[in-house]
């Protein structure tokens, strides 16, 4: 290495606005000599309040107010001022331009750190995967967002803060069961919405209306039989059904279910990819610096400092450890995006035989095929490797309440690599983490009463707060509600049930 | 291309301030509670502090449908030490622990959720929806204290009010502007001169321009170096400033029929209106005074813990309280606020005297006057003979009465109600 080029970016530990720019240049040189494609991005500079403010919304800019969100933030300000937790070093929002906030109380290194993670990694993420790109609108968020807020404010104003809350509570109670797996939702700007927003009120509330109409059938003749199943098809989101289908709620009511689904929905994908969406950025921030160092730009005292948290961030404690709280998605993302780089730049035998498609390949054309492709269910099922396992010591335990002890399943032996590999996925996968449960039926000619059915799997049964999430329900659908159990043998029973005989209004 | 940085560091802090106070609005009964339950433990003057507030896990836990325990599951865990394929293992006891199967999330929302609450969030829950009987009247519309601030400059005034830097800098700004034209004109004559007597001396224009500047000279001499125009005087105005000052009497019986606990009623009644004048006063005294057949005034130690016996003679209290006051209390500098507590035991022939020296001596002189009467018997002459007074003195006298601790709250609610003006 040349004499020459060993000037460091910036020395010295405080952060200024020109170091900043300086870094953010030099990485983000770096990163389009490595190929990744990002938005544009925006780096804003807050205090550590205003980031506890950032984590009670989720680190939305802008979010509609509600009780829970005040509630994360003294949970989160209660802790950070105990000193019980400190706070993460950045936020990164999927939106176009990418917002990636850098804490004032940071070193220097940490913020090159975080413009490193946030900036290029989380960013070329949110805009290469494939669920991102088809279930969020980065352009179109933050008005959704603004729209969202405004609209929820106006009808806390007409029709009462008490009204409102009820509802945003009992969305908020079903919120994980209102999003779609399978289709697409369109993109909407903020004009858009609101414009659309008042034809849907007048379209939903006609189409309602007619699906309850009191008035005599022509054809009352119509044998019982013959009346359709409502509705025709089990409905697994839920929201999307009661916002359709409710029968006596209000326009308004209607469009802010439909607020609590779409943002549910835009969180998705991060809960889907979390293993694969942190390792990566970990995998790129460690990259970029160190490809940085090796060209003289950054001290050693910054590499020390940037190690020990990259470390820290990485970490796995063992399932004996007292910190041992399930698997550390950093460190197996981080773990797993490295071993692919290892299997394509120098497989020995085994990766050879376990992975012949990319053993020795370009190992940034397999990155961007993972990156896009995968989420992390199907991830951790296409690239872990056996020497991952190994390095991991993974081991696999079945708990079975029909057995008196817990079994080992699979270790990390020649046997155990595909058992330990599959259930390692499984465990990602969000389909079998929530439970399964569909709008089942509706009684439309009697009591308007409301079926969901739970699809047991594995025997697993609902938690106790299935109750108070169903009375939540029987607010949304004004009548009785019930929800029964499926067991894999086909057997149903009924759990709980909402009675509701007539509803009040919703306006009073 | 660089990128852009944005400093949100002077934005609005409390974005989440909403989502805070509707979280405490919405949990307002359980906190209530936890107040309450703080407000004992406190001592009376004790409350510049917020206080840390717990309440039941279970009751702000967001509900979702969920799985709960039992079924088949497999979990992976790292770091394995001892395990082969096949090994059964004791189940953990409590679902955590060592080779634990999912160390269960549900668990966390069981403990208490503890926060802390500011010490106004705290002393607006105790004090929600109180306020003293026309109390705004009183602190807004009655002013009596005014305070003179500085109000920027006027262009009129007395003169020991002039602002001199003011009024030269307006003066030398005047004299400027003024004599611009002239100076210009004058620059250019005085080249036009200079140019003349090098090239052409005897050019009868020198003599014409020399007469013009001279002329200009004078003009531009003529403008005044002040004005009255220039001149600015210091203004100041009247603002009107609210009295911030309280006195609160607290008047006991320690007469042998009071025993201890009815004393400890009545010093929770006590604490919770210092606790509330506290709030809407800078600055308080508090004066004990306590009576048998006699008052004296003493300190809050002797006031809730001495004990005497003997008859009751309520009269002399206030007579001593109006003493008081008007040694040391002026009417229009303190706000005047009296609770007093009995057992309604009186000589019957004192309790007439009482009844004319509230209405005569001592209510026109205070803001508010408390009764309360702790006691679970029948009502005593005293309280029949206070009756009178509520109707002829609406909103300035209240009385109630206490049975146990539990009713205290309630009672002071009662007592210190929002009214509609």
């Known amino acids: ?508 | 291309m660089t990128v852009r940085i944005v400093d949100r560091r002077q934005d609005s802090k409390n974005k989440s301030s909403i989502n805070r106070s509707r979280f405490i609005q919405r949990f307002s009964g359980q906190i209530r509670k936890a107040v309450a339950d703080a407000i004992a433990r406190r001592g009376i003057r004790d409350i510049d502090s917020g206080e840390k507030i717990g309440i039941p896990g279970k009751d702000i836990n967001e509900p979702h449908f969920r799985h709960g325990q039992g079924g088949v599951r497999e979990i992976v865990h790292p770091g394995n030490d001892r395990f082969n394929t096949g090994d059964s293992v004791d189940r953990p006891l409590d679902g955590s622990g060592q080779g634990a199967g999912g160390a269960s999330q549900d668990g966390e929302g069981m403990d208490d959720f503890v926060f802390t609450l500011t010490r106004d969030e705290f002393l607006d829950i105790f004090f929600d929806e109180l306020a003293l009987p026309n109390l705004v009247k009183r602190q807004l519309a009655r002013i009596d204290e005014y305070k003179r601030v500085r109000a920027g400059y006027t262009q009129s005034g007395v003169p020991t009010n002039i602002n001199l830097v003011r009024t030269m800098r307006g003066a030398a700004g005047r004299r400027i502007a003024v004599g611009a034209p002239f100076a210009t004109r004058l620059r250019e004559l005085r080249a036009e001169l200079e140019r003349l007597r090098r090239d052409c001396p005897g050019d009868p224009e020198i003599l014409r321009i020399e007469r013009e500047i001279a002329s200009l000279n004078a003009r531009s001499e003529a403008i005044p170096f002040i004005d009255p125009f220039d001149l600015r005087y210091s203004n100041r105005i009247r603002i009107a400033q609210p009295t911030t000052q309280a006195v609160m009497f607290c008047l006991m019986d320690v007469s042998g029929s009071m025993d201890e606990s009815k004393k400890q009623i009545a010093k929770r009644f006590f604490m919770l209106l210092y606790l509330f004048l506290n709030r809407n006063y800078e600055h308080i005294e508090v004066v004990f005074i306590r009576h048998h057949t006699v008052a004296e005034e003493v300190d809050e130690e002797n006031f809730f813990h001495s004990r005497e016996t003997g008859g009751t003679i309520v009269s002399s209290a206030l007579k001593l309280m109006h003493e008081i006051v008007v040694a040391r209390y002026a009417s229009t500098t303190w706000n005047i606020y009296c609770a007093q507590a009995s057992d309604g035991d009186n000589w019957n022939d004192d309790s007439p005297l009482c009844r004319e020296l509230l209405s005569a001596s001592i209510l026109p002189l205070v803001q508010y006057f408390a009764y309360i009467e702790v006691t679970d018997g029948e009502p005593q002459n005293l309280w029949l003979e206070y009756e009178r007074l509520v109707d002829s003195h609406p909103g300035l006298f209240a009385m109630q009465r206490i049975n146990e601790v539990a009713d205290i709250y309630p009672v002071f609610r009662e007592l210190f109600r929002k009214r509609l003006a």
């Open chain 1, 1 to 508: 290495m040349s004499k020459k080029r060993t000037r460091p970016i910036a020395e010295g530990s405080e952060w200024t606005v020109e170091a900043i720019d300086r870094y953010d240049a030099e990485i983000g040189r770096v990163a389009k000599a490595y190929g990744l494609d990002c938005y544009r991005h925006q780096l804003e500079i807050i205090t550590a309040e205003q980031m506890m403010d950032a984590y009670a919304a989720i680190g939305m800019p802008v979010y509609y107010h509600h009780w829970s969100f005040g509630k994360h933030f003294l949970e989160t300000e209660n802790r950070y001022k105990r000193g019980q937790m400190g706070l993460a070093y950045e936020i990164v929002i999927n939106s176009d331009p990418c917002i990636a906030y850098l804490m004032e109380e940071n070193t220097l290194t940490m913020q090159a750190l975080v413009i490193a993670h946030a900036a290029y990694g989380h960013n070329s993420f949110f805009k290469g995967n494939h669920l991102f790109k088809q279930w969020t609108s980065a352009d179109a968020i933050i008005d959704y967002l603004v729209f969202a807020r405004n609209y929820i404010a106006q009808c806390e104003e007409r029709h009462g803060f008490a009204a409102v809350e009820q509802l945003v509570d009992a969305c908020h109670a079903l919120s994980n069961l209102g999003v779609d797996r399978y289709k697409r939702s369109p993109h909407l700007s903020l004009e858009k919405e609101t414009l659309r927003q008042k034809e849907r009120e007048i379209y939903l509330q006609a189409q309602v209306n007619d699906l309850w109409r009191t008035l005599p059938r022509q054809d009352a003749a119509v044998a019982e039989q013959d009346e359709p199943r409502f509705p025709r098809e089990p409905e697994e989101n839920l929201l999307y059904f009661i916002e359709k289908n409710a029968p006596l709620l209000e326009p308004w009511q209607r469009e802010i279910i439909r607020i609590v689904r779409k943002i549910g929905q835009y969180f998705y994908p991060q809960r889907q990819t979390q293993v694969m969406n942190e390792g990566w950025a970990c995998f790129w921030h460690y990259t970029l610096l160190n490809t940085l160092y090796d060209e003289g730009k950054l001290t050693d005292g910054f590499m020390i400092e940037f190690l020990q948290s990259h470390t820290n961030v990485v970490y796995q404690p063992p399932y004996t450890s007292k910190w041992y709280s399930g698997i550390n998605p950093y460190a197996l993302g981080f773990a797993l995006w490295r071993d692919i780089r290892r299997i394509c730049e120098a497989p020995d035998a085994e990766d050879r035989e376990w992975f012949p498609d990319i053993a020795g390949s370009d190992w940034r054309e397999t990155f961007d095929f993972a990156m896009r492709n995968f989420k992390d269910e199907s991830f951790v099922a296409q690239y872990l490797s056996p020497r991952l396992m190994r390095e991991f010591r993974l081991f696999s335990i079945l708990d079975d309440d029909a057995l008196p002890k817990l079994r080992v399943d699979a270790i990390h032996d020649e046997q155990g690599y595909r058992a330990l590999r599959r259930s390692l996925a499984e465990q990602y996968n969000l389909g079998s983490a929530d439970p399964d449960i569909q709008v089942w039926n509706v009684d439309l000619r009697g009591d308007r009463s409301l079926t969901l059915r739970h699809f047991s799997h594995q025997r697993r049964p609902l938690g106790p707060e299935t109750e108070r999430v169903l009375e939540h329900l029987a607010t949304l659908w004004g009548f009785t509600v019930r929800i029964e159990t499926q067991m894999p043998d086909g057997s149903v029973k009924q759990i709980a049930e909402h009675r509701n005989e007539r509803r009040s209004r919703p306006s009073t």
